[in-house]
């Protein structure tokens, strides 16, 4: 049975926690078009445009506007949806705003990881839960080779370590509370996703987007910083992978899982940057290169993703190229923003399953 694509999603229950955001948004498009009844908790959307509004995301789900810094309302939200399944994505996601917001980081991302799972301790019922935090969730020594979920937890700047902070939380949850017939509770560390629908600030992609669309040149900060570059779908397989995993009741998943790209698509900025011109054409200008100061950022990051590929099948479907041809795809297409979203959706889809069937 293909796990992207298996009908056990079909009449769950499913709560998305950040499901606004530009990965809640794609993973509640999935889950809705695999037939999960899906509620969202979640800020109003972050950026305008987003792509929760331009899909109409909200009409799809029973969509519930709250904090997860307020337990109260977590709480409310998870005994009325009764999930089975709870993916939890709400996140004060940036780093460069950590920096200027760090209380608020910490509040979203630590304590409302902890008011997610303590709402899951009281409320009972749930099966599996899959909390996103981040690759930037360890300890970055600025080395060559790639981190293993084995490695310590640290981070330079706010948003990074209150994701390594959330990473503990879990593991202590999981140890005290979940471990004798709870629920089952892993932990997710992406790379840098990108896709269509992105239009935070100080992203990479996305600041490239909108420099293009206004005919500008966009600027640059760090032409040589390396990232595990990877499109938001790779990520969100992964996750519904394992999420399928802790349904069926298989508690070695329960654990912390990294999904990066290919060691050889840990690209430097730069080579992002030539690649979208190259795939924009028309309109495109030429970078130039920020020189303000700027708080610190890390220059190297790569992540191992031999576990997932061993232990639970997973395996990346779509080169660094492929992706950023996508993304361009997806802005330059006219059409319903829903209906574009979901072409992409089906189209990986079906790519994933082959590349995974031959790895297999």
């Known amino acids: 049975m293909e796990a992207l694509v298996s009908p056990v999603w079909n009449g769950r229950r499913v709560l998305v926690t950040g499901h606004t955001g530009f990965k809640g948004s794609w993973l509640t498009l999935w889950l809705h078009a695999m037939g999960a009844q899906v509620t969202g908790l979640a800020l109003a959307p972050p950026t305008e445009p987003s792509l929760f509004a331009a899909a109409r995301v909200g009409a799809l789900i029973d969509h519930v506007e709250g904090d997860v810094r307020d337990l109260a309302t977590v709480i409310g939200v998870v005994e009325r949806a009764r999930p089975e399944v709870i993916f939890h994505l709400a996140a004060q996601p940036l780093v460069r705003l950590s920096y200027a917001q760090p209380v608020e980081t910490y509040a979203t991302n630590v304590m409302g990881t902890v008011h997610v799972l303590e709402a899951v301790r009281l409320a009972g019922g749930v099966r599996g839960i899959v909390c996103v935090t981040s690759d930037?969730?360890?300890?970055?020594?600025?080395?060559?080779?790639?981190?293993?979920?084995?490695?310590?937890?640290?981070?330079?700047?706010?948003?990074?370590?209150?994701?390594?902070?959330?990473?503990?939380?879990?593991?202590?949850?999981?140890?005290?509370?979940?471990?004798?017939?709870?629920?089952?509770?892993?932990?997710?560390?992406?790379?840098?996703?990108?896709?269509?629908?992105?239009?935070?600030?100080?992203?990479?992609?996305?600041?490239?987007?909108?420099?293009?669309?206004?005919?500008?040149?966009?600027?640059?900060?760090?032409?040589?910083?390396?990232?595990?570059?990877?499109?938001?779908?790779?990520?969100?397989?992964?996750?519904?992978?394992?999420?399928?995993?802790?349904?069926?009741?298989?508690?070695?998943?329960?654990?912390?899982?990294?999904?990066?790209?290919?060691?050889?698509?840990?690209?430097?900025?730069?080579?992002?940057?030539?690649?979208?011109?190259?795939?924009?054409?028309?309109?495109?200008?030429?970078?130039?290169?920020?020189?303000?100061?700027?708080?610190?950022?890390?220059?190297?990051?790569?992540?191992?993703?031999?576990?997932?590929?061993?232990?639970?099948?997973?395996?990346?479907?779509?080169?660094?190229?492929?992706?950023?041809?996508?993304?361009?795809?997806?802005?330059?297409?006219?059409?319903?923003?829903?209906?574009?979203?979901l072409q992409q959706i089906a189209h990986y889809v079906a790519l994933s399953s082959r590349v995974r069937s031959t790895a297999a």
């Open 136 to 341: 930037k969730c360890y300890e970055n020594r600025e080395w060559p080779w790639p981190y293993r979920e084995s490695d310590p937890m640290g981070g330079h700047d706010p948003y990074s370590n209150s994701k390594g902070c959330a990473e503990l939380v879990a593991a202590a949850y999981r140890r005290s509370y979940f471990d004798d017939g709870g629920p089952l509770l892993a932990t997710v560390r992406a790379g840098n996703v990108i896709g269509g629908g992105d239009w935070a600030a100080d992203r990479l992609v996305p600041d490239l987007v909108r420099a293009f669309e206004a005919g500008v040149a966009p600027l640059i900060r760090a032409p040589d910083a390396v990232r595990p570059w990877q499109h938001v779908l790779e990520a969100l397989g992964g996750y519904l992978m394992l999420g399928e995993r802790l349904l069926a009741g298989e508690r070695r998943f329960a654990d912390a899982w990294n999904f990066g790209p290919d060691a050889d698509d840990a690209r430097p900025v730069r080579w992002i940057v030539d690649r979208m011109l190259a795939a924009w054409g028309d309109g495109a200008v030429p970078p130039v290169r920020d020189t303000r100061s700027r708080p610190h950022e890390a220059a190297l990051l790569r992540l191992d993703t031999a576990r997932a590929q061993a232990a639970l099948g997973w395996h990346p479907a779509l080169r660094l190229g492929e992706a950023l041809d996508w993304i361009v795809a997806w802005h330059r297409a006219e059409g319903d923003a829903r209906q574009i979203t």
